[in-house]
């Protein structure tokens, strides 16, 4: 089969007009550079998130996934790990069908082992986009949660 050059499409834009792809790549940049911060501390961005989100006292499910913008069932899988390794336990919350989880004391130390990692890649990444460009950053990666949190409802 021959294919005419009328049929051929024009190739598609660059990858880089495309601001998803930009965010994407800036997470995954993002993600590494702090997974490789804290694999000392045996835990990964990810995974030290829902450490650091999971009170001593206990916090519902749905409520950590509102807070990290993930699924419930996205959460439940990612969880598997830190409850298996006894950093975090659920428990039962005021109502039988709520689920709580807290963090154990183990994952506790986790916490304090990975935070002052944390620390030195958070600073490395303030310290090279600069403070003005960290402002104007937050600001807009606030405003764009906030229109995409309202746009998805």
Not at 12 to 39: E, H, I, N
Not at 129 to 153: F, K, S
Request: with cysteine.
């Amino acid at each position: 089969m021959t294919v005419s050059n009328d049929s051929i499409a024009t190739d598609p834009p660059a990858p880089g007009v495309c601001t998803c792809f930009r965010m994407r790549k800036l997470s995954r940049l993002m993600s590494q550079r702090y997974d490789q911060a804290l694999a000392p501390a045996g835990v990964n961005l990810n995974q030290y998130s829902i450490l650091r989100r999971t009170g001593g006292q206990g916090r519902p499910l749905g409520e950590i996934a509102h807070e990290l913008g993930m699924d419930r069932s996205t959460l439940s899988r990612d969880l598997k790990p830190l409850v298996e390794a006894g950093w975090i336990e659920a428990v039962a919350g005021g109502d039988a069908r709520q689920r709580r989880l807290r963090i154990t004391r183990a994952g506790r130390k986790v916490i304090d082992r990975a935070m002052p990692l944390w620390r030195v890649a958070q600073d490395e990444i303030d310290r090279g986009l600069g403070m003005d460009g960290i402002a104007v950053l937050h600001a807009q990666l606030d405003a764009a949660i906030a229109q995409l949190q309202g746009a998805i409802r």
